[in-house]
């Protein structure tokens, strides 16, 4: 069976995948800083703690095993700091994933599988968002992601280094199994923001603005189960080795959901008031993001496992009553 190193392993997406990679017998190796994840995140495999900075480490690591793919989730993902700091986000998410693809290089590994997003689209010009939509981000977060894409095109050009780049929509949701789920700290998304007012540990939810061009003003997004994420990443690698061909793909359910409806949605999961009020807009929110992920159903044969928003939403709740429980 394959040898993956799963960079970043032990935050929310990373450490889901750890857990599916090994369930599928994969031999998995984390390695992470610990600067945003938890050690006991990684339920599975091996892991290695270092900074994708620390060049020796990462030839540590390389020289330690032969690695049949890498898979890279550690970067950082909040579009407000990347504009008060954006020297952070080209450091880590652009330099450092260099560092990492030289490493593969210097290696011979020859296959990676990149965590991309749908901010590389920047302002939607059409209703759903295919891979052929212009590429335009809007800030340093989407363009640190959307640079790491275009370098992979001259890696693989110059040295032959096949990738696949994932854009996300809405990561949401948790392992059906309970043992994982969504961490961040400062947490910035909204369902588990609205989980934890049900939960008690937050008072109300603020809605980011109500007077968008949308059925009730409120952003639409697309919300793809954590799970259903990772698996489309299995499925990248089986392609890869396959064929050992470049490209991306658009990953989200292509069914658009409101703040509000989400709100409710969680109500009715929950059974809690969750009480929210309408706050000023968050500044480079679009008003609707929407998948199209056609490319990936009939190139991968991706087929979402957990669509509809109420899985989403009550694997995400037993998660933090799991959490609040302990806290
Ligand atoms: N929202 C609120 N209140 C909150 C939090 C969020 O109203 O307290 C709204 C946002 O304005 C947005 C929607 O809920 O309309 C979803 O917000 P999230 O922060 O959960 O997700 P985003 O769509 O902003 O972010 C997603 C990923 C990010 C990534 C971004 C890039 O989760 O990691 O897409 O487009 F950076």
Redesign the pocket.
């Known amino acids: 069976m394959a040898t993956v190193l799963v960079v970043g392993g032990a935050g929310y997406i990373g450490s889901h995948m750890v857990k599916l990679l090994a369930g599928r017998g994969y031999s998995v190796v984390t390695f992470d800083d610990l600067s945003t994840g938890y050690r006991d995140a990684v339920v599975r495999g091996e892991f290695v703690q270092g900074s994708l900075a620390d060049h020796a480490a990462l030839d540590t690591v390389f020289r330690s095993r032969r690695f049949d793919a890498v898979m890279h989730f550690a970067s950082f993902?909040?579009?407000g700091e990347s504009v008060m700091e954006p020297a952070k986000y080209y450091a880590n998410n652009f330099s450092n994933t260099l560092t990492l693809l030289d490493a593969m290089v210097a290696a011979g590994v020859g296959r990676f599988i990149f965590s991309s997003?749908?901010?590389i689209f920047g302002e939607p010009e059409t209703e759903l968002i295919a891979e052929s939509h212009p590429q335009r981000p809007l800030n340093p977060?989407?363009r640190s992601k959307w640079m790491v894409e275009q370098a992979l095109g001259d890696y693989d050009r110059a040295y032959g280094l096949k990738s696949v780049c994932l854009r996300?929509?809405?990561?949401a949701g948790a392992d059906p199994e309970g043992e994982l789920g969504e961490r961040h700290q400062p947490e910035?998304?909204?369902?588990p923001?609205v989980l934890q007012v049900a939960s008690g540990r937050r008072p109300e939810?603020?809605?980011?603005?109500d007077g968008y061009p949308t059925p009730d003003g409120?952003?639409v997004?697309d919300y793809i189960h954590i799970v259903d994420l990772c698996e489309a990443h299995l499925l990248a690698l089986d392609a890869l080795v396959m064929e050992e061909r470049s490209r991306a793909y658009n990953l989200g359910n292509g069914a658009g959901f409101s703040?509000r409806q989400?709100i409710d949605a969680a109500r009715k999961a929950t059974g809690c008031p969750i009480p929210a009020k309408v706050?000023p807009?968050?500044a480079g929110?679009?008003a609707r993001?929407v998948a199209d992920s056609a490319r990936a159903r009939a190139e991968l044969g991706w087929r979402p496992r957990y669509e509809d928003l109420e899985t989403i939403i009550a694997h995400a709740w037993a998660w933090e009553r799991k959490v609040a429980a302990g806290a």
């Open positions: 993902i909040q579009v997003t749908a901010a977060y989407g996300y929509f809405n990561a910035t998304h909204l369902i923001l939810i603020g809605i980011y603005g409120t952003c997004r703040v989400v706050n807009p968050r929110d679009p993001l």
